[in-house]
């Protein structure tokens, strides 16, 4: 039953942790928990495509932005970069757990504050193990010539975080955040990467959503993935998040649909919890713009009938291709695979000639997904049970917005590593009652008593 009112409690995130239980793995293992949550459908691509979403796997808790919605702790600045070998034990539980093809988000804080050499090791270890690494970043520290480098490594996704809850300095709306969005998608034009650019939704900036994916869409030659996270009241951020009455995920997704200028079915598919997530993809050609998941019940048939097809996702024209020479294998398919594409070419067969007489790539897209996080005081446990966006812990992977309400249980937690040393989180040494004398820079508006009462309870567990 879902708990929507439930308060946070040390329990209840107990509960949640990995450790807590013996887990099934795979796709079998999503399957079922999407039936337990009333999840499961016709339309549900979790436990037939893929066994997770995601896994956010934080190799640093430092940032060079202090942003009004942060998620980190605050403790955050006190906790040192995890050893190599940690990380790389926690990439080895995650190609376990979920196996090959598995999203992982190099993430932080800001994984390029990390030494670079140490950020290859940890793509080309993640690529090693089958599994697809992206760096999710703000970009300041990031050049072209870095980002080639970790593609090289073997890098398939950059994911830009840029929103007025950052507060960078000089910018103070969305629209003029889009000269940094330019700059970015200039460093990465060219790149073998596939470009997604994540952006915190408030009530301060949703009245730009629309803009922001017109602005998206007229580049999706570059930019192939904009995620839309509402903020949430979690982390040390100092904003109280948002009104969950006016700013919902349905009003986030109108507001996309503005933008686009057309109707986008953002039901066809479903990626776990339903009040979770929402997704909806766009074809371009030329000017013209389709929902590309419009009918959502062939979509759906597509999904199933194909789920046993890797899709290339880096590169529209071989992911499409792929998909289409899977459906046309599949005589069921093809009179609703002919109809889709043929009603989609005719409508634009103006710009199809006019831009392949121009040797251009004549189709484009991009996914749209809106993602909704949870406060940290007002977890649903039948959304934390269906989650597909994990994190991985020192104890497991475990639903990210049940790890956000108490992050420093898991982050202040000492690690025993495989030599049989115990690797301490804090940078301080502590004193003879235990306690650590943080420098106050590091504290993030908290008391020295409080970092040190959540540093001895993770100890102690």
């Not at 950059?158 to 950052?166: E, K």
Request: hydrophobic share 40%; proline share 3%; net charge positive.
């Amino acid at each position: 039953m879902a708990t929507s009112d439930m308060r946070l409690s040390t329990d209840f995130v107990s509960n949640a942790s990995p450790a807590s239980s013996v887990r099934q793995r795979g796709l079998d293992a999503i399957a079922s928990r999407m039936r337990t949550t009333g999840q499961w459908s016709e339309r549900q691509a979790a436990g037939r495509r893929w066994s997770i979403g995601c896994v956010s796997l934080e190799i640093t808790q430092r940032c060079n932005l202090d942003c009004t919605l942060c998620y980190l702790s605050e403790s955050a600045e006190a906790i040192r970069d995890l050893p190599l070998d940690e990380i790389f034990r926690r990439i080895d539980v995650i190609a376990a757990e979920y196996g090959p093809n598995t999203d992982v988000q190099i993430s932080g804080g800001d994984p390029t504050l990390r030494d670079k050499k140490e950020l290859s090791e940890i793509v080309r270890y993640i690529r090693a193990r089958g599994l697809r690494a992206s760096l999710f970043t703000n970009g300041i520290l990031l050049t072209r010539e870095w980002l080639q480098k970790l593609v090289g490594d073997g890098l398939n996704d950059v994911a830009f975080h840029v929103d007025i809850t950052q507060q960078r300095k000089g910018f103070t709306t969305e629209f003029e955040l889009n000269n940094i969005r330019e700059r970015y998608i200039e460093m990465a034009r060219g790149i073998d990467v596939s470009v997604i650019f994540n952006t915190t939704i408030t009530a301060e900036n949703f009245h730009e959503l629309p803009m922001l994916a017109d602005f998206f869409l007229r580049r999706n030659n570059v930019v192939h993935f904009a995620s839309f996270q509402l903020g949430a009241t979690t982390g040390r951020g100092a904003s109280p998040g948002r009104d969950p009455v006016v700013l919902t995920q349905r009003a986030a997704c109108e507001a996309i649909e503005r933008g686009a200028g057309i109707a986008l079915n953002f039901d066809a598919l479903n990626g776990g919890h339903h009040a979770c997530n929402r997704y909806a993809m766009v074809f371009t050609i030329g000017a013209r713009r389709f929902d590309a998941l419009a009918d959502g019940e062939f979509v759906a048939r597509v999904m199933r009938d194909t789920a046993d097809v890797v899709i290339d996702r880096d590169q529209t024209g071989r992911g499409a291709l792929m998909v289409a020479q899977a459906a046309l294998m599949r005589p069921q398919l093809w009179w609703g695979f002919v109809r889709h594409t043929t009603v989609m070419f005719w409508r634009a067969r103006r710009e199809w000639f006019r831009e392949r007489s121009a040797s251009m790539p004549a189709v484009q897209k991009i996914s749209f997904f809106v993602h909704n996080f949870m406060d940290a005081c007002e977890l649903d446990s039948e959304r934390i049970d269906a989650c597909v966006f994990m994190a991985a812990t020192v104890d497991g992977p475990m639903s990210m917005c049940a790890y956000n309400a108490e992050r420093d249980r898991f982050l202040l937690k000492p690690i025993q590593r495989a030599d049989g040393s115990v690797w301490q989180p804090v940078a301080a040494a502590a004193n003879r009652n235990g306690e650590v004398r943080l420098p106050v820079k590091w504290l993030k508006g908290k008391s020295r008593a409080s970092v040190n009462a959540t540093r001895k309870q993770s100890v102690a567990a």
